[in-house]
Every structure is written in structure tokens, then in C-alpha cells.
């Protein structure tokens, strides 16, 4: 089955600076990369997701990056805000979806 | 709740006590999938079904039973034979593997 490997697991950020969240993945068949957003005691919500078509995604301040051949995908948000403090999921799809581990960022005012 | 909707949104489990956890769609989504989550933690997949009256077990489906008798309705029961049943509850649904999921807005299983 897939394998979906996410990093950092915490990462703490100032106020306007760009966060990065890496995630690995194993099964070349994969095909769609979504990213999920869990505000604390809530739950996950899809902010972004990629197809292995497409190299690049944005949507303000969001982008997601896909490398099919070193099989690595990446979150990176701009400009952070207080409210983008959160725990965000990495997933790839297999047969079903496989989740990162998840990372806690914190966006220091 | 986006479509999706889990009930209760607290629950209290004795020990040796099985309960049931309630998740409803109508999105008409095939798909459907309960993880379970604990502080601090990823995701984990108990359950999860593709079509009606069809069903796989997940990574940790040891201790839980569901049923999938309708589209719209997959019910997650924790069994007395689930020792460490404490934890955050979640349902999913998707159309298919080329769309990200829905989720319901989670149950927190506690026992007392």
C-alpha cells in the first residue's frame, strides 16, 4: 500500500513570513494529492488539492507543488496570518487515502 | 454541516458497553470512511465502504463493526472488545478517488 511520509510534524512561523510542509509518498499509481486544514477540536477541511497532471496549483495565498518523479509534493502559504494556525494533512491517493502525519503550525503575531 | 452530518457530537461509553456512532450523507457520495484520531495524532482508517453493502476493514478495525445498508447511512459501533475506545471520531465521504473528502463534523467518544 502507499506510504505517505509528512514534515515537519510542528513548525512555528512570524507573522508574514512563508511556511513550507513537505510530504513523500511511495506508490507511483497515485494520482491526486489533496491538503487538509484542522483547526483545533474541528474538522479536517480541503484547502488545496493537485492531480498528477500538474506541476503547480495556487489560490491566493496557497500553492501546492507536485514532483511525480522524486514522488514528493509540497504545501508552501504566503504571507501567514494568526488564522492560519492549524494542524494540515498531506493525503494520496491509492486504493484509498493515505494521510500524512500531519503539522502543527503556529503563526506567531 | 457540508452535507455530512455525525451524531452525537459527545458520547460517553461505560466499560463493556457498546455504542454507536451515526454518520449521514446526502451528497450522494459512494464512498464512504470512518478514521479515528487521537490528541495529537494523524489520522487513522477504522472502516470504510465503496458501495452499498460492501465493506473493508482499515488499519485498526479490531474492536469496531459497521454496516452499510443504505447509500446514505454508514454507522461505526464500538464493541465492548475495543479497549482504548477514547478517542475523536470521524465519518468521510467522496464521490471517488479523484475528489477530496467531506467530512463530518467528528464525535468524541470518551469512557467514563
Known amino acids: 500500500g502507499e506510504n505517505v511520509e509528512q514534515h515537519p510534524s510542528t513548525l512555528s512561523v512570524q507573522e508574514g513570513d512563508s511556511a513550507v510542509i513537505k510530504c513523500t509518498y511511495s506508490?507511483?499509481?497515485?494520482?491526486?494529492f489533496p491538503w487538509y486544514k484542522q483547526e483545533l477540536g474541528k474538522r479536517p477541511q480541503l484547502i488545496i488539492d493537485?492531480?498528477?497532471?500538474?506541476g503547480e496549483k495556487k489560490d491566493q495565498r496557497i500553492a501546492v507543488t507536485l514532483n511525480k518523479t522524486a514522488k514528493h509534493f509540497s504545501l508552501h502559504i504566503t504571507e501567514t496570518q494568526p488564522e492560519d494556525s492549524a494542524v494540515y494533512f498531506c493525503?494520496?491517493?491509492?486504493?484509498?487515502?493515505?494521510f500524512g502525519t500531519g503539522t502543527s503550525l503556529t503563526v506567531i503575531p | 454541516d457540508g452535507g455530512i452530518t455525525q451524531s452525537p457530537k459527545y458520547l460517553f461509553r461505560k466499560e463493556g458497553q457498546n455504542v454507536t456512532l451515526s454518520c449521514e450523507q446526502n451528497?450522494?457520495?459512494?464512498?464512504m470512511y470512518w478514521y479515528r484520531q487521537d490528541p495529537g495524532q494523524g489520522l487513522r482508517l477504522i472502516y470504510y465502504?465503496?458501495?452499498?453493502?460492501?465493506?473493508q476493514k482499515g488499519d485498526i478495525a479490531e474492536g469496531y463493526s459497521v454496516s452499510r445498508e443504505k447509500k446514505e447511512s454508514f454507522p461505526l459501533t464500538v464493541t465492548s472488545a475495543q479497549k482504548n475506545p477514547t478517542a475523536f471520531y470521524l465519518c468521510?465521504?467522496?464521490?471517488?478517488?479523484?475528489?477530496?473528502?467531506?467530512f463530518g463534523s467528528g464525535t468524541r467518544l470518551t469512557v467514563v
Open positions: 468521510a465521504s467522496t464521490p471517488d478517488r479523484s475528489h477530496g473528502y467531506t
Open positions: 506508490d507511483s499509481a497515485s494520482n491526486y
Open positions: 493537485i492531480r498528477s497532471n500538474v
Open positions: 493525503a494520496a491517493t491509492g486504493n484509498q487515502f493515505y
Open positions: 451528497l450522494n457520495h459512494d464512498a
Open positions: 465502504s465503496q458501495i452499498v453493502n460492501d465493506f
